[in-house]
């Protein structure tokens, strides 16, 4: 299956500081997703972009579809104590199957 | 706002022991996935279906795997016997025709 690179694989930041992680795949993908997994939780949908060059904002969250369709990232922006969890990014290419990345912990400090 | 609802929210089992994982999918949903998280790895693809078949599977989805769409509302995993590496949580997604897929909060499997 197709291999997606996440990075960084953690990060600790200031309350107030942005963040930014991105993906990266050896081939490409028509649609990017970004979820966020709490602990003991599923992954909950952040933003999907579904063209390339395409920026999406939701809230203080923005991300992009990288023009070659193979990366993508995703920034946050003064990150508060409840952005603290794991971000996934997710490729898809076609109907039905979604490969994730190994995702980024992101834990902030008050 | 409608959600993938998954029970139990904790198996456990001893190996060699058949598990059934239940879900029940968003009600306009047509497309319905399985994946797995091993403790602390990815969440990593194991099913999809549609159209009451399945449509992929990867390379973990061996014969110990089923799943199954007995009525309009349920569909279930199956591990016919199960081995310690099973142990995992599991989730439930669907998701319909061109939108993201949404996923329950999962199943945690431990295997004795």
């Known amino acids: 299956g197709q291999q997606l690179n996440q990075s960084p694989q953690s990060m600790f930041i200031q309350e107030g500081e942005d963040v930014s992680m991105n993906c990266t795949s050896s081939?490409?993908?028509?649609?990017w997703l970004w979820y966020k997994q709490d602990p003991g939780e599923g992954p909950v949908l952040l933003i999907a972009?579904?063209?390339?060059?395409e920026l999406t904002s939701n809230g203080r969250l923005t991300a992009q579809f990288g023009i070659t369709r193979k990366d993508s990232f995703l920034n946050i922006s003064a990150s508060i104590p409840s952005d603290v969890g794991i971000y996934f990014c997710?490729?898809?290419?076609?109907?039905?199957?979604?490969?994730f990345g190994a995702g980024t912990t992101v834990t902030v400090r008050a | 706002e409608p959600e993938v609802t998954q029970t139990p929210s904790h198996q456990v089992t001893q190996m060699g022991q058949e598990v059934i994982l239940r879900c029940v999918p968003i009600?306009?949903?047509?497309?319905f996935y399985w994946y797995r998280q091993i403790l602390g790895q990815k969440v990593e693809f194991l099913v999809s279906?549609?159209?009451?078949?399945?449509?992929?599977k990867s390379e973990i989805f061996d014969d110990q795997f089923s799943v199954e769409r007995p009525d309009g509302s349920n569909f279930t995993l199956k591990i016919r016997s199960t081995k310690l590496e099973d142990s995992a949580m599991y989730f439930c997604?669907?998701?319909?025709?061109?939108?993201?897929?949404?996923f329950g909060n999962g199943t945690r499997l431990t295997v004795t």
């Open positions: 972009l579904y063209k390339a060059g």
């Open positions: 997604a669907s998701r319909s025709y061109n939108s993201p897929l949404h």
């Open positions: 997710a490729g898809q290419l076609n109907d039905y199957k979604l490969s």
């Open positions: 009600s306009n949903h047509l497309y």
């Open positions: 279906f549609y159209n009451n078949e399945i449509s992929e």
């Open positions: 081939s490409i993908f028509n649609t």
